[in-house]
């Protein structure tokens, strides 16, 4: 999806993957939620969360109120809290070959590239043979119609047996 949108957008698409062995399952919530909405600074959840779970928090707090004031997680406005350094640079997400770069949602908030490159790399070859035999079939001439069989022609296909004489009741 992030390639479909980074090839038609008029702006920058930033992608994030949120490992499912980084986040607290138990919670019930997605971990990129977690982080976002600050869940390891709630009374509720104290305890829970180590200090390097709470910095990755803050970072990607930092992150995601800069890209709503701004449209860019790298961006912050002038009024918004100026953290130094607060994390390496999120990478436009730009499809092609030396692309794709994410961020990833664990401890040191990682750069990666080509993320389930070889999963979507099956359903993108799937896709497009799909649509290649879509488009042979409608390029193909109709098949002749049964009144165009001729007259020594049943409109029968000739490896079915004949029904023989047809006879109604009331």
Request: hydrophobic share 30%.
């Amino acid at each position: 999806m992030a390639r479909h949108w980074a090839r038609r957008a008029q702006g920058n698409v930033f992608m994030y993957h949120a490992p499912e062995s980084y986040g607290h399952g138990s919670l019930e919530l997605l971990t990129d939620v977690q982080y976002f909405f600050g869940l390891p600074f709630h009374p509720a959840y104290e305890g829970q969360f180590t200090l390097e779970e709470k910095s990755v928090s803050l970072k990607v707090m930092q992150y995601f109120s800069n890209f709503i004031r701004s449209g860019n997680p790298n961006y912050p406005h002038e009024f918004s809290r100026k953290v130094p350094e607060f994390a390496v640079p999120w990478p436009d997400f730009v499809p092609g070959t030396n692309g794709e770069n994410y961020k990833e949602f664990s401890l040191l908030l990682p750069n990666r590239q080509g993320l389930k490159k070889a999963d979507c790399s099956f359903w993108s070859k799937y896709i497009r043979s799909l649509k290649a035999s879509a488009d042979e079939i409608k390029d193909k001439p109709p098949a002749q119609s049964e009144e165009e069989d001729g007259p020594a022609g049943s409109g029968l296909r000739e490896d079915l047996p004949d029904p023989g004489p047809k006879s109604y009741s009331k």
